[in-house]
């Protein structure tokens, strides 16, 4: 199982940006051949945001931050990044990153992140 560690959240206004990083402690993402970011809004399900497959890097969206939102990699690094541009308040949850075989379910991910917290304020 592939450690993860997510960081990059905070308060914004508005309109403003964030950029989330999930690393991979210690090594690598595995054999993860997708790492997926997600969010959980309180008392709603978690749901998918963005994924992006390691090996080609191509990239999926959800359509409520399609063009607005970026997911990229930097393999030497070991490093997935969420760029979030032109937050809206209802993109405010707690985002998890996921490694596993990817795709826009969170039961297709085997490794977690702890999450971070985004709060945008209107």
């Known amino acids: 199982q592939v450690q993860l560690v997510e960081s990059g959240g905070g308060l914004v206004q508005a309109g403003g940006s964030l950029r989330l990083s999930c690393a991979a402690s210690?090594?690598?993402?595995?054999?993860?051949?997708?790492v997926g970011w997600f969010r959980q809004a309180p008392g709603k399900e978690r749901e998918f945001v963005a994924a992006?497959?390691?090996?080609?890097?191509?990239?999926y969206y959800a359509d409520s931050v399609k063009g607005r939102f970026t997911i990229s990699r930097d393999n030497a690094k070991n490093t997935v990044y969420l760029q979030m541009n032109s937050l809206k308040p209802e993109d405010t949850a707690v985002y998890y990153c996921?490694?596993?075989?990817?795709?826009?379910?969170?039961?297709?991910?085997?490794?977690w992140g702890q999450g971070t917290q985004v709060t945008v304020s209107s």
């Open positions: 992006i497959i390691r090996s080609s890097g191509t990239t």
């Open positions: 210690g090594r690598t993402f595995g054999s993860a051949a997708m």
């Open positions: 996921g490694a596993g075989l990817g795709g826009l379910v969170p039961r297709n991910y085997g490794s």
